[in-house]
């Protein structure tokens, strides 16, 4: 009889990984030519694609085609195609965890399509050192994609977003850096004020160069945010950085009038913080 069995357990790695293609809820009120002539509020969610990561790792796909989302008999939401997928692969000292989502033929409206989107894909990738001598670094596996009918939006290069959360600081530090494209940076709110946690604050940018409308009814509103009249604010491309993990959304809604809700596309992240690392469990 072995006298230490634990001893042969292998070691084990804590997985993290999300990725949702699309999803999200829209609250219909009473809507000019819809069937039922009294005032009505139905949420609906709009169930596009999505996955993760069991503990244990392994590899999580979901894809739907065709999917329509109907308030009250009325189809609002509808896509072509959307697909999500995550997955860990473990060498003898490096995890890497995966993040993938793809929609197409997406269109959202009361009656008639009031947005577009003909793609919006996206992928990312955690590469983990055992242990926690070394950080989590990240990349984009490619560069984002979204095409939006009417809007004309440049992102960023992937490639110039710092693979670390501490270079990423520095970074914003330059003159010349990315400051300008910080949404909302928690350091400077922490400066001058004890803080128990260990944790570094996170950093929240956007990778958004620029965006161009070509439809009289949207305005952009905000570094990368754009108003639709008659259907919502839509923001773009946006990035949350902590330490030992980091969270992407291609795009998030806020719907008003007369649909209400919203909905997120291309949401994808993964956590290497905690339990990261190998080691026996």
């Not at 000019?32 to 993760?52: K, L, M, N, V, Y």
């Not at 000292?93 to 399509?113: H, I, K, M, N, Y």
């Not at 955690?126 to 009417?150: I, Q, Y």
């Not at 509103?221 to 754009?226: A, K, R």
Request: aromatic fraction near 8%.
């Amino acid at each position: 009889m072995l006298k230490n069995p634990g001893s042969f357990i292998p070691p084990r790695y804590f997985a993290h990984a999300h990725a949702v293609a699309l999803g999200g809820e829209i609250t219909a009120l009473h809507l000019e030519g819809s069937p039922r002539p009294e005032p009505f509020a139905q949420p609906i969610g709009i169930d596009g694609s999505s996955c993760a990561l069991p503990t244990s790792g392994g590899r999580a796909t979901n894809s739907r085609r065709d999917g329509v989302t109907f308030v009250n008999g009325w189809p609002v939401a509808r896509f072509a195609h959307a697909h999500s997928a995550v997955s860990l692969d473990l060498t003898k000292d490096t995890a890497f965890t995966t993040s993938r989502t793809v929609v197409s033929g997406f269109e959202l409206g009361w009656r008639r399509p009031q947005i577009k989107i003909e793609s919006a894909a996206v992928s990312l990738r955690a590469t983990n050192p055992p242990g926690d001598k070394d950080p989590t670094r990240w990349t984009f596996l490619e560069a984002p994609v979204l095409e939006v009918d009417g809007l004309d939006i440049d992102l960023l290069d992937a490639k110039e977003i710092p693979e670390s959360y501490d270079a990423v600081r520095a970074e914003i530090g330059k003159k010349d850096g990315l400051s300008r494209f910080v949404l909302k940076d928690y350091f400077s709110e922490d400066q001058g004020r004890r803080v128990a946690s260990t944790e570094k604050p996170p950093i929240v940018l956007h990778i958004v160069k620029s965006i161009r409308p070509r439809r009289a009814d949207a305005k952009v509103t905000e570094h990368n945010g754009v108003y639709i009249h008659d259907l919502g604010q839509f923001h773009f491309a946006e990035l949350v950085i902590r330490e030992a993990s980091r969270h992407f959304t291609l795009l998030r809604s806020s719907l008003g009038c007369p649909l209400h809700g919203g909905f997120s596309m291309g949401d994808i992240g993964q956590n290497g913080g905690g339990t990261r690392g190998f080691g026996r469990p």
